[in-house]
């Protein structure tokens, strides 16, 4: 079993900074993409930024220039850095981790955390 733990969400002002968290645990593989989606009410979910195993990143048109993600391979943690946030930043973020186990590829992912940016 593998456990993505995320923190770091909460309640703040347009223009206002958050710093996300995704720790996983358990039976680790091999990391190879760890990202961060997002859901809106009422919206599907969507990609906000993904980063590879060799620290490529990908990021939303929406997102670009203000959100920073980045991955601590030893710690099996991928963050996610919101500056400058807007009300439309407001969702529920899940962590995503793609690893691989004795040939197989898994697709995990975190509970969710509440974003909230007020205006």
């Known amino acids: 079993q593998v456990q993505l733990v995320e923190s770091g969400g909460g309640l703040v002002q347009a223009g206002g900074s958050l710093r996300l968290s995704c720790a996983a645990s358990g039976s680790i593989g091999s990391i190879n993409t760890m990202a961060w989606y997002r859901q809106a009410p009422g919206k599907q979910r969507e990609l906000a930024a993904r980063i590879t195993s060799g620290g490529f990143t990908t990021y939303a048109d929406s997102v670009k220039g203000r959100f920073t993600i980045s991955r601590d391979n030893a710690k099996n943690t991928v963050y996610l850095q919101m500056n400058n946030l807007k009300p439309e930043d407001t969702a529920v973020y899940y962590c995503?981790?793609?690893?691989?186990?004795?040939?197989?590829?898994?697709?995990?992912w975190g509970q969710g955390t509440q974003v909230t940016v007020s205006s």
């Open positions: 995503n981790v793609n690893m691989r186990k004795l040939a197989v590829l898994y697709d995990y």
